[in-house]
């Protein structure tokens, strides 16, 4: 069906370069246009709960809500929503504060019907005119509108924008009737890829379910399964082969703190699916910074943790000499000792709880593995020869599984991307989509648009980096 659509029959020009021409009877409109602007408040994580007010945050403008609020994720007490901003059906949100000038202002319309809050830190677009609400959602984020967005930012480390500049936000905007015809074809287009995608996702949890398997069994049994075992002494552990050791962290690691000097040096930074990288070549959202000051070197050989992801599994053995984030540790190993085989042994699931149930912090994704907490933990270390051979083993027999997973990420990355293509050129005009959408059939809302969660270690990890 997508492949027949055509374009327009008539266009008029813009006026705009990067706009184009825009199908002849569309107008082109700025949000002090179509309703008001006003800045959202009030309130604090600490109201949050599992139940009461529909309470949306503009945190979750970037990791939850995707073009729409359909379903809240946060709730406040009834009793405290009048120290937040009362939502309408279809307003509009705006994140006020972003990490980097291509994500400010990301939005989403809000869709829950009956009472909801926002919390601070919030933009809201409130239509006074007639309007098919979910185009607002699309039509507000969709890739031309973030392109101009993004040059509205203000700020240095954190990027801030304004009503006073979205106000002047440009956007097509059809006539009403042809607005819900637009939303008809990209949510029945998005649903569809949605499930293409989820399908994707699913195949590559079972190909790293395989990789711990193989791992696990490598880094806790060996490679000689005639080997004789004894016990570990670790509940969840079992026996281990004899002559291998259980020692605390504190004997085989030391944080090493070298101060960065000012030199030129690169920039390394953490994520679950690139590892620890030149941030420059991170294939997902790193966050900026306007100072490099308190920042560390590391050098190949030394193990770098994120510590807000430990509970993730988010230790990788540094290759290359740079700079990192001070949020981050860096071990050097106190004696000889092959630093990959410890990556491997930490992302596996055991030691993940482990360092899960020994971080503080009462919230998921903000858990900071203290030193003294990491050196009292004890870990299972072989020989050094063994730790190589292991290594070498983990690596070939994950070869092919790797291979796989990063076809499926390539294949996800192409969806998500023919995905924003599309939406971009429906709510632009570039498409007809009319008769296209009186042809589908009638089918439920759609719950939530497939978010961008990777899988490539845990379905619960974020691409980006907190930490950086």
């Known amino acids: ?79 405290r929503a009048s120290n937040y901003t009362q939502l309408h059906y279809g307003d509009v949100l705006f994140a006020a504060s972003g990490e980097t000038l291509e994500e400010i202002g990301k939005s989403a319309v809000n869709l829950i019907e009956g009472t909801a809050v926002c919390g601070g830190d ?103 399964p005639s080997v004789p075992l004894r016990p570990s002494g670790i509940p969840w552990l079992g026996d281990i082969p004899q002559h291998w050791d259980t020692p605390l962290n504190q004997r085989i690691f030391k944080e090493h703190i070298r101060p960065h000097n000012g030199a030129s040096e690169t920039q390394l930074s953490l994520s679950q699916r690139d590892g620890l990288v030149a941030t420059r070549d991170m294939r997902e959202r790193s966050l900026q910074t306007a100072s490099f000051d308190n920042w560390k070197v590391t050098l190949p050989g030394d193990l770098v943790l994120n510590r807000f992801k430990a509970h993730l599994g988010v230790f990788f ?25 410890f990556e491997l042994l930490f992302h596996t699931h055991a030691y993940r709880a482990i360092y899960a149930g020994c971080s503080n912090g009462m919230t998921v994704g903000l858990q900071n593995l203290s030193n003294q907490n990491f050196y009292n933990v004890r870990s299972v270390v072989p020989p050094l020869s063994e730790q190589v051979a292991i290594v070498e083993h983990a690596e070939r027999e994950t070869q092919t599984l790797n291979t796989a997973i990063s076809r499926l990420e390539r294949e996800i990355d192409l969806l998500r991307e023919y995905r924003t293509r599309l939406v971009a050129d429906v709510v632009t005009g570039k498409l007809d989509v009319r008769e296209a959408a009186a042809r589908l059939p009638d089918e439920a809302a759609p719950d939530t648009v497939e978010d961008d969660t990777d899988l490539s270690l845990d379905p619960e990890a974020a691409d980006e980096d907190p930490a950086a």
């Open 122 to 224: 919030v933009i809201i677009l409130r239509p006074t005119v007639p309007v098919h609400a979910p185009f607002l959602g699309y039509v507000m984020d969709c890739r031309p509108s973030a392109n101009q967005k993004a040059t509205m930012g203000r700020g240095t480390t954190v990027k801030h924008i304004y009503p006073d500049e979205l106000k002047n936000l440009l956007f097509p905007f059809p006539p009403v009737p042809e607005q819900a015809a637009i939303v008809r074809f990209l949510d029945w287009s998005n649903a569809r890829l949605d499930r293409a995608i989820r399908a994707k996702r699913k195949v590559i949890a079972l190909l790293n379910e395989q990789k711990q398997a193989i791992i696990h069994r490598a880094v806790t049994r060996g490679l000689d």
């Open 317 to 341: 053995a540094a290759t290359l000499r740079g700079i990192v984030s001070f949020h981050y540790g860096v071990f050097a190993p106190l004696r000889q000792m092959h630093s990959k085989y």
């Open 1 to 79: 069906m997508i492949a027949d659509i055509k374009p327009y029959a008539e266009y008029q020009e813009s006026g705009l370069p990067w706009l184009g021409q825009v199908p002849g009877h569309w107008d082109v409109r700025k949000p002090r246009h179509i309703g008001s602007l006003h800045k959202g408040g009030g309130g604090t994580k600490e109201d949050a709960l599992s139940a009461g007010v529909p309470c949306v945050r503009y945190g979750e403008l970037y990791t939850t809500h995707n073009f729409f609020v359909r379903k809240p994720k946060a709730f406040i007490h009834p009793d």
